[in-house]
């Protein structure tokens, strides 16, 4: 639900309020997915004492190629700090499920699709979105603080070979896999006030 945010007793006037706009992409390894079923066929004929019974019988395959999915909240709301003019802050939890080959892997980045609008506000193009990344239950999360851009995308998440979701052994016994983000946004005094929004975009990949 997003938070209304109310002005620090040290400032006069309200503080924006900002909610970031969530959405999520597919990307898929070189390989096509491609599956192939065939049911066995088996006929068994009753004849007479005497006679003679016959069977067809087919093969049945499938093709299981890497695939990536993510699950990521509608929206995200920013609440500011407790001190005036601290940075905005949020999390969010992101859901995914992997499925990688023997010599490929996977990656989740995150990209702009939509800077802060209206005009008079934060701006993702100037450098005022930052994200650090936590407590991923399969892969490797990014390190440090990642400066979110508009026209670069930024890691989330590393995955190795032969990588996958659920069903224990070599897999992750956990399903859905899940990783931790924790947003800031500059809390600049120019700032008119006002509510703005800017969409990402998740891009999963898995080889």
Request: aromatic share 6%; hydrophobic share 35%; with cysteine.
């Amino acid at each position: 639900m997003d938070r209304l945010i109310t002005s620090d007793k040290a400032c006069d006037r309200p503080a924006p309020h900002v909610i970031l706009h969530l959405n999520y992409m597919f990307r898929l390894g070189s390989v096509r997915r491609r599956s192939g079923f065939v049911l066995a066929l088996c006929a068994v004929v009753a004849l007479p004492v005497g006679g003679a019974t016959g069977s067809a019988t087919q093969s049945l395959s499938a093709s299981i190629n890497p695939i990536g999915a993510l699950t990521v909240p509608a929206s995200a709301s920013l609440s500011p700090g407790t001190i005036a003019f601290q940075p905005f802050t949020g999390n969010l939890t992101l859901n995914y499920e992997l499925r990688t080959t023997p010599t490929g892997g996977g990656t989740i980045g995150l990209i702009v699709s939509s800077d802060f609008s209206p005009s008079g506000g934060p701006s993702i193009a100037s450098g005022a979105l930052a994200y650090s990344c936590s407590g991923a239950s399969l892969g490797t999360a990014c390190s440090g603080t990642q400066t979110v851009s508009t026209t670069t995308q930024t890691p989330v998440l590393t995955l190795p070979a032969s990588a996958c979701t659920g069903g224990g052994g070599a897999c992750s016994n956990q399903d859905p896999n899940s990783v931790n983000l924790n947003f800031k946004l500059t809390d600049d005094p120019g700032y008119a006030t006002g509510t703005y929004s800017a969409q990402i975009t998740f891009v999963i990949s898995a080889t």
